[in-house]
């Protein structure tokens, strides 16, 4: 028996250091339901774990801006729905002047009304904005320029909507003149033309709300299977961590129990030697 290096209680030191280490792993684990809390639990598994959590990411920032989107063309049909009542109102009125029965201060009065359903078009479409933009301004149609909307984590992934500019100019019923029967019955035609033009525009934006929703669908389904998929490389499996840390802490106390009979041993020939 060697006396003056005893290897038995540095092994026994080695084993109990390297327990230790382990079992405090086992409780980082434990303590943040991570199985990889850092690069070095697991390499591979860690580069591919931060990959998937920034397409997480990347897919809830899409749905948000999926959802703003929606949000910004609901605004935009609303604006129109009370474009497409003023117009009705306006072939109303137009219709009725149209009549031979009317006088000249009775389409006078029809004229006014009209004049002011005229002015709130314009009012309309100007106050219809989404966080500050004005959404049929025009800045958004065609040869113009698109709303883009940015449909998943990587590059590519976006939609283009054009929104056409629309005010009482573009629809052709600025300074509508139902004066006489003769103009009344002329601007008919003018006034179908608007009423056509706007259910257009509503009937794209409505088409790119249903494309939209149907794309938020798909974004989620794909966000909840890659935070599965993470799930499965990240997250610790509680009840295997517990089984470990109970065979961690056993063999903690089989160490310790085998490196103070180590240091008796060495003590005990030591007293022998000096006897």
């Known amino acids: 028996m060697k006396i003056n290096t005893n290897t038995e209680a540095l092994f026994g030191q080695r084993i109990l250091g390297n327990t230790k280490n382990e079992t405090d792993t086992i409780l980082k684990r434990i303590a943040s339901g991570l199985r990889i809390n850092q690069a070095s639990d697991d390499a591979a598994g860690f580069g591919i774990s931060e990959r998937l959590r920034y397409l997480t990411s990347g897919f809830e920032q899409a749905q948000s801006n999926i959802q703003d989107a929606t949000s910004a063309l609901q605004v935009a049909e609303g604006g129109l729905s009370n474009v497409s009542d003023s117009l009705q109102r306006i072939r109303e009125l137009t219709v009725q002047a149209s009549n031979d029965t009317l006088t000249d201060t009775d389409r006078g009065a029809i004229q006014g009304e009209i004049d002011q359903l005229v002015q709130e078009i314009d009012r309309q479409t100007s106050s219809t904005q989404f966080n500050g933009q004005p959404l049929l301004s025009g800045q958004f149609a065609s040869g113009t320029g698109a709303f883009d909307v940015q449909l998943g984590p990587n590059e590519g992934e976006s939609l283009a909507?054009?929104?056409?500019?629309?005010?009482?100019?573009?629809?052709?019923?600025?300074?509508?003149?139902?004066?006489?029967?003769?103009?009344?019955?002329?601007?008919?035609?003018?006034?179908?033309?608007?009423?056509?033009?706007?259910?257009?525009?509503?009937?794209?934006?409505?088409?790119?709300?249903?494309?939209?929703?149907?794309?938020?669908?798909?974004?989620?389904?794909?966000?909840?299977?890659?935070?599965?998929?993470?799930s499965q490389i990240r997250d610790a499996d509680m009840a295997q961590q517990s089984t470990l840390l109970a065979i961690s802490q056993i063999k903690n106390q089989t160490g310790a129990s085998a490196l103070i009979q180590a240091n008796l041993n060495s003590q005990s020939a030591l007293k022998l030697l000096g006897s």
Do not use: F
């Open 161 to 230: 909507i054009n929104i056409e500019k629309v005010n009482s100019s573009t629809l052709g019923v600025a300074g509508l003149n139902v004066s006489t029967r003769e103009n009344a019955s002329n601007a008919l035609s003018s006034i179908d033309t608007a009423i056509s033009s706007v259910s257009s525009t509503r009937a794209n934006i409505g088409a790119n709300t249903n494309r939209l929703e149907s794309t938020n669908t798909y974004v989620g389904v794909a966000r909840e299977n890659t935070l599965s998929a993470l």
